[in-house]
């Protein structure tokens, strides 16, 4: 049982779903639409599904918005500005619904089962127009996700820029652009081992090149922001690793990063997620705090913010809230993955996230923190497997949007009444009396110290309040 639900964790639900289903698929008559071996597709990806719009609280509608109203300010700021939405290109278009005990169940009308270039033409017009019918500018990729991998580096660099010409041809018009793009360096056997952390040196120069290539494209169309996700980038065991050297390593990389990126003149911020582990053991930026501390090491910490994801704060041992909140107080928060994670199971689930209550905790880390522009909430989140019909998409994000746009009414709730800040400032207010002072400024020695607590005996230490704060919490859900 036990080597069972190892292989789970490290095999299932994440980034080799992504790969799309070579089973035979067909366009139903009914859709009015054609296959054909070009990626022209004639008609709608979505008949039937409307321009989502905001009716409010009380509407019944699965395809409206109840609580995210674009235009709405909230504390001084649009809601749409707060949030800046992204759908995730990789589970909304690349997901199957496969695991390891189960084939694909998601068989999309414009799939034809292959991996073409043409292919990935028509799934990215699929993408704009899911994005205008959501109400949403923003996406974010992998780029073996939106073109497929070639036989060799040029040809992969090749079948990329036919599928970003595309996309630059269909973000004329529109506000469309990427919020952020990012190098797949974890589905091939070619980074079994890392890429910027790969006991191969070969294997590093082609991550780099890889790298080199995303970060150009992710610039061309305009994109905000780039992110490292290193979900190999750790390892399975210390018996065979020389950690010293792989983490020096990946320090060489970043910097080889930040120097390409001012090169080329792309402004955008570079992100690095942290996750413990899935699919390795161990994951070299296992959480916020660890990935700081890298960064601060190596003399990166004034290039690089962190793209925090709820599931990996789970898998972390840590809360969403928890991880915002280091990453703030460090001057990192950059960017949100708003997803998900259940407690029971030991994996990254990737669930969107519809907990109202862990959305207003988000969101008050989001409102200390200014918001997060240029950064945003990118939808890392995938419909359940069961969950097999095109209308789903919408659904989803709707649900997540909303769940997100309510978080931030409830935070803002909280703060304007200040009850919740009243009674944090209460608890601390010793502090800001002369002596709270002084150590604060780094003007209190151990000698002065010691002075003090024999002038006030024994301190009488007061309640925390705990119930009162989680009564005065769920009081503005």
């Known amino acids: 049982m036990k080597k069972l639900c190892l292989f789970m964790i490290l095999v299932c639900l994440n980034a080799a779903s992504f790969l799309v289903s070579a089973e035979s698929q067909t366009c139903p008559a009914d859709l009015g639409g054609k296959c054909s071996d070009s990626d022209d597709w004639q008609g709608e990806f979505f008949p039937g599904i409307p321009q989502i719009r905001y009716e409010g609280p009380s509407s019944k509608n699965p395809l409206a918005y109840r609580w995210y109203n674009a235009e709405e300010e909230v504390l001084g700021k649009k809601m749409k500005d707060w949030f800046r939405f992204s759908v995730a290109f990789w589970h909304t278009f690349r997901g199957t619904g496969g695991d390891p005990f189960g084939a694909a169940t998601k068989y999309w009308p414009w799939e034809d089962g292959t991996n073409s270039v043409s292919m990935a033409k028509r799934r990215m017009r699929a993408n704009f127009e899911f994005l205008k019918k959501l109400g949403v500018d923003w996406w974010c990729f992998h780029d073996r996700d939106i073109a497929p991998d070639g036989n060799t580096l040029e040809e992969s660099n090749k079948n990329l820029d036919e599928v970003i010409e595309l996309a630059k041809e269909l973000q004329k018009g529109s506000k469309i652009r990427p919020l952020w793009g990012t190098a797949q360096l974890f589905l091939h ?22 790298v080199k290539k995303a970060m150009e494209v992710t610039h061309y169309l305009g994109g905000e922001n780039y992110v490292f996700w290193g979900g190999r980038e750790g390892y399975q065991t210390l018996l065979n690793t020389d950690m010293e050297r792989e983490l020096d390593h990946m320090a060489r990389f970043f910097e080889a990063a930040v120097a390409y990126k001012k090169k080329i003149g792309f402004n955008g911020t570079l992100l690095i997620e942290p996750k413990p582990q899935e699919p390795t053991k161990h994951q070299y930026d296992w959480d916020a705090a660890t990935a700081a501390n890298f960064l601060r090491k190596y003399g990166l910490i004034n290039e690089f913010k962190l793209n925090i994801e709820c599931n990996h704060a789970t898998l972390s041992g840590h809360t969403c809230h928890h991880e915002l909140e280091t990453a703030r107080i460090n001057g990192l928060l950059g960017n949100i993955d708003a997803n998900t994670g259940d407690a029971q199971t030991g994996w990254d689930t990737d669930q969107f996230l519809t907990d109202v209550g862990e959305a207003t905790m988000v969101m008050m ?14 939808f890392d989140a995938k419909l359940r497997r069961e969950s097999t019909d095109v209308e789903d998409l919408f659904i989803a994000h709707i649900s997540g949007m909303d769940t997100v746009a309510r978080g931030l009414r409830n935070a803002a709730k909280i703060l304007e009444e200040g009850r919740l800040s009243e009674l944090v400032g209460k608890r601390y207010s010793s502090w800001d009396s002369e002596l709270g002072k002084q150590i604060e400024e780094g003007k209190a020695d151990f000698e002065y110290l010691e002075k003090k607590a024999k002038e006030f005996g024994e301190p009488k230490v007061p309640s925390a309040k705990q119930e009162l704060a989680e009564m005065i919490f769920q009081s503005a859900m």
């Open 365 to 378: 880390s989001v409102i200390k923190n200014g918001g997060i522009a240029p950064g945003g909430f990118n």
């Open 189 to 210: 056997p070619r980074y079994m081992h890392g890429g910027a952390t790969s006991s191969e040196v070969g294997v590093y120069a082609y991550a780099a090149a890889q």
